[in-house]
């Protein structure tokens, strides 16, 4: 067999024991093996903390721990170490109490010979290196197990959700064409105007949608790509403001505030859509009508720090560590409309930027998301 080191640990309390096992191992001429003895438990222990060995030959009988204890209370403090038992008695059932409680294998003392202990410690490392690899692909195993439960627990949520958001833009445009259909010129030029616009809602929910799952599906794949590029930030934040805001109509008041040099910067334009978008639809989506929706932006030290905050439901503590997860909504929600995608987007688009995000919120009186961008690559 090759021949490699390894650091033994001897824990025996009688010095004649220990001399003895001393120059059995010098006979068995194993180079590069060392042997380091310690009379007590506690000094084995701490031992092990101060250096690594490769197995422990230990005495059962100690003067700080007798019987199994002392396998039991070694394991407990150095789990990973192989233990080969040494013990003056000669008993099947006791040798079997050994192994139950961790020992790798039992060496009665009058019976060691050379070639059983150099068989004892080699065999106490290799099954312990056995168990490691098993431990290891156990634990692969199950981590391998929760990803595809997590997975099909994707899939259903997925298929539960845009079941669910396509049901009701589609049973209005249904209702709507029929309604259209059946009654023909009885309908008043108002009323046929109000049912086109219900249909034309219905279809841009679902567009919406798509383009949501579209969206995130290419980030999946490598296709969400970052492409940064000289951008007036200011300018940027002002448009988008406005668009918002003419959109919304007058039920929210969406107030925009700046500080810094923000007219140079570099980002991805159609990223930066993604992240305010997202999150400016989600404050007016959450707050109250009339209320006021705060986004601010400062610019310094190489850096644009942008907070929306608004005056809505909040979020539930349970909630704010799992925002940023795909189909995640939040338990407050209600009947309020969502896919649970827009926010894992605008962590995506975050990150592209290399960039960060927080959130901070109290149930009933609003949420404030800050994001941190570097203003140059």
Known sequence: ????????????????????????????????????????????????????????????????????????????????????VLTATDDEELALQVMASGAQDYLVKDQITIQL???AIRYAI??????????NSEQNMLKALNQERELNLMRTNFISMVSHEFRTPMTTI?????LLQCL??????EK???????IQTSIDQMLDLLDEVLLLGSSGAGGLEYNPAPLNLENFCLELVEAMQLNDGDRHSIVFTREGNCTEAEMDVALLRHIFINLISNAIKYSPTQSRIQFNLNCQNNTAFFSIEDQGIGIPDKDQSRLFGTFYRCSNVGRIPGTGLGLAIVKKCVDLHRGRIHASSKINVG????????LTP
């Not at 290799?126 to 431990?135: A, D, G, N, T, V």
């Open 184 to 189: 023909g010129q009885q309908i008043t030029p």
């Open 367 to 374: 949420t404030k998301f800050t994001v941190a961008l570097p």
């Open 126 to 135: 290799e099954r312990e290196q056995i168990l490691k690899r098993l431990k």
């Open 192 to 198: 046929r105007e109000q049912y086109f616009n219900r």
């Open 174 to 178: 249904r209702s709507s064409t029929e």
């Open 117 to 119: 202990l150099v068989r």
């Open 1 to 84: 067999m090759e021949k490699f080191t390894i650091q033994i640990l001897l824990v025996e309390d009688s010095s004649t024991d220990a001399n003895l096992l001393r120059q059995i191992l010098l006979r068995a001429n194993q180079l590069g093996w060392e042997m380091t003895h310690v009379d007590r438990l506690s000094y084995a222990i701490d031992a092990c903390c101060d250096r690594p060995f490769d197995v422990v030959l230990l005495d059962l009988h100690l003067p700080d721990s007798s019987g199994l204890e002392t396998i039991t209370e070694f394991r407990a403090a150095i789990p990973s170490l192989p233990i080969v």
